[in-house]
């Protein structure tokens, strides 16, 4: 099992490399078949290998979870590889660990199965793009960087997992990177997570220092202990928080730049710039929900913090609406999953801040698939339509594509809460448990059901635009094929729209099939079931000793049966009272929306604005931090000073060096006199 869990990573880290190679290779032949007039665009004879090892790196990876989520299914015990030693000091030691738990299990089993249809897509979606192989290069890199995200077994090696996501993700957002409007967005990308990085840090650093060790397994017995979490509800002095709730802020603060809540959210939209298969696997799958897997590997310490857990709870249900409510009126379609990524991200958070951790994860499994499903279909049919994106140009694709139809169907009513779909049953234990835990969770209910309100709405808005109606798209120019109209769009012939080839249906079938009957892993127990989901999860939640709970108390819970079936109730209805909404808006009665406009004109300005947040970032942070950066660090340190100090000392010696140079004449004589001279004064000096 040991050599099972090391292989997982390995292999993707070598189709990494390989992939790498190859582009290499192929850069350096493309320089020379440019000079001679090739056609790029093509595609290469060698593609076919290239995807090839593209799939086989994450399939192989996948073998390998399988056996170890196998080995986890049959009762065998956590399985820790420990391979080398990796910095040591007389007060600080990192070894390199991976360690697989029934979380690890969970996590791997997501990243590896949902990275492998999406590499499987890939090869069909980005066929006869120049950059082919360094597109599965930063892929393969990513989804390495995922697995040592989930496998580390301490901090240290987590971090290295967490920034190198974040590297992948700023290349893979980028990958177009001649077109500036991408290249700014995956700079945008990276520069906001480091933010939240720095918060990571400084928590991390102060969970070392109470505890001694960054290793997980280290600081899950300290927390379990009496004296370890009587140390950390000790108050630390800010702002009279206990050490443990100042650390866990920290770490939220960290996890809100990875999962885009607020108030860094802001560059998951942008990031829409990359490829679609990009947008499925980094932020619908993995990489947004890092910050979910920090919480649930940490949730000793998040439990041993209720004021930290009330701080999720605000931040998350404000994120989740404010998210839903910008989706409303987007026209791209890839930019309406991406506000609802951001959404649901606030759904698996408030479980987090209800103490509901194995909730919160199971939201996660679902919605990985679900989303996935949803940004691959939306690839579909961007690629049916030759790179159309706007939902208004779209329609009467039902009939052409069937099975991105069928699909996204069933994906996108899964996302809406339609029972008894997959989404429908871990949205609504997190919202049950967020009313069961009382106080601000009550608050947290309230703005995650209306939240749900405008999911099924825009999921009904999105699924009723592309595919109800009749087609928008304009004929082209020429009869047949595609050509631009007098607005630059990309035009399409209705009847050249034809399906995805099969490397692109058969994930959207995939992972449809999860979006359907993966809630029944998790099926509540008020209807009849035994949430399996979270027995399997439960060997990972601490254990705090009877002085931690008496100082820290509990959440309201055991809330009665009737209120249980009541807010199922509701929430089922919430559901198809949104889908009919946008049913009569945009089928029944098509004038409604503009009239919708007309008398809200305010509010439609404020969420096509996206609420005024990116223009304030814009004007309050990123322009002064410029000018501050171009006028003062530049203009004035930079040029002055610091170019000032070492072009000066370059002149002074320049300088010198003319005056001195004088003495070098080439004759004998003058080199003695000065030989006498220099001994002289050394014996005079010495001597006096």
Request: with cysteine.
């Amino acid at each position: 099992m040991e050599t099972l869990l090391a292989l997982i990573p390995a292999f993707l880290l070598a189709g990494a490399c390989v992939q790498a190679m190859i582009a290499l290779a192929r850069a350096r032949a493309g320089h020379h078949a440019h000079l001679h007039g090739a056609d790029h665009h093509a595609g290469h004879p060698g593609d076919r290998l290239v995807a090839m090892l593209a799939v086989a790196a994450p399939l192989a990876s996948l073998g390998c979870a399988i056996g170890v989520v196998s080995h986890l299914l049959r009762g065998g015990a956590d399985i820790e590889v420990r391979l080398w030693n990796w910095m040591a000091s007389s007060a600080f030691s990192v070894d390199i660990v991976f360690r697989a738990d029934h979380l690890t299990a969970v996590m791997l089993s997501v990243i590896t199965f949902i990275g492998s249809l999406i590499h499987l897509y890939s090869t069909a979606y980005m066929k006869g793009d120049p950059g082919y192989p360094r597109y599965f290069s930063y892929l393969n890199l990513f989804t390495f960087f995922m697995t040592i995200l989930v496998m580390a077994g301490d901090l240290v090696l987590l971090f290295v997992g967490w920034e190198g996501v974040g590297l992948a993700s700023y290349l893979l957002i980028g990958f177009w990177w001649s077109d500036a409007e991408k290249a700014k967005a995956g700079m945008k990308a990276f520069v906001v997570n480091r933010v939240g990085d720095a918060f990571f840090m400084v928590g991390a650093f102060l969970l070392w220092r109470a505890v001694g060790s960054l290793d997980l397994k280290v600081i899950r017995g300290f927390i379990e202990s009496p004296e370890g979490a009587a140390k950390l509800l000790a108050p630390a002095g800010m702002f009279g928080l206990s050490l443990a709730s100042g650390i866990a802020l920290l770490l939220f603060m960290g996890a809100t730049g990875k999962s885009a809540q607020i108030p860094l959210y802001v560059w998951l939209p942008d990031a829409m710039a990359g490829p679609t298969p990009v947008s499925a696997l980094i932020h619908a799958a993995t990489m947004v929900t890092a910050g979910i897997y920090l919480a649930a590997r940490l949730n000793g310490l998040f439990a041993l913090a209720p004021d930290a857990g009330a701080v999720v709870l605000v931040v998350a249900s404000a994120t989740c609406l404010l998210a839903a409510s910008m989706a409303l009126v987007q026209t791209d379609i890839k930019k309406v999953l991406a506000y609802s990524t951001v959404s649901q991200l606030g759904y698996m958070f408030i479980g987090v801040g209800a103490g509901a951790y194995d909730a919160g994860v199971f939201h996660l499994v679902t919605h990985a698939f679900f989303k996935a499903c949803l940004f691959l279909g939306a690839g579909s049919v961007i690629h049916a339509l030759h790179h159309e994106q706007d939902l208004r140009r779209m329609g009467g694709l039902r009939s052409k594509c069937p099975t991105t139809f069928r699909t996204m169907l069933i994906a996108g009513l899964s996302m809406a809460g339609v029972a008894p779909l997959a989404g429908f049953v871990s949205k609504d234990e997190i919202l049950w448990k967020a009313w069961e835990h009382g106080g601000v969770g009550r608050l947290a209910w309230l703005l995650g059901s209306i939240a749900a309100l405008c999911t099924a709405f825009y999921t009904g808005r999105l699924l009723l635009l592309a595919f109800g109606g009749d087609y928008r798209g304009e004929t082209p120019k020429h009869e047949h094929g595609h050509g631009h109209d007098d607005h630059g769009h990309h035009a399409v012939a209705y009847n050249d729209i034809h399906e995805s080839p099969k490397a692109m249906t058969l994930p959207l079938v995939l992972l449809a099939l999860g979006a359907a009957f993966l809630g029944f892993i998790g099926w509540p127990h008020v209807l009849g079931g035994h949430n399996m989901f979270g027995q399997w999860l439960a060997p990972v939640m601490m254990k705090l000793p009877e002085s931690a709970k008496a100082v820290v108390g509990g959440h309201a819970g055991h809330g009665a049966l009737h209120a249980e079936w009541a807010l199922m109730g509701m929430a089922v209805m919430v559901a198809f009272v949104g889908l009919g909404i946008a049913w009569k808006f945009y089928t029944r009665d098509r004038s409604l929306p503009g009239k919708m406009v007309a008398r809200f004109p305010n509010l439609t300005e404020r969420l096509t604005s996206l609420w005024g947040v990116d223009a304030f970032y814009e004007e309050r942070i990123v322009k002064p931090l410029r000018n501050l950066a171009e006028n003062t660090l530049l203009g004035k340190i930079e040029t002055g000073v610091i170019e000032g100090v070492v072009n000066g000392s370059a002149s002074v010696a320049r300088r010198l060096a003319s005056g001195l140079r004088v003495l070098q004449d080439g004759s004998i004589q003058t080199y003695l006199t000065w030989m006498v001279a220099g001994t002289l004064l050394l014996l005079l000096l010495l001597l006096g």
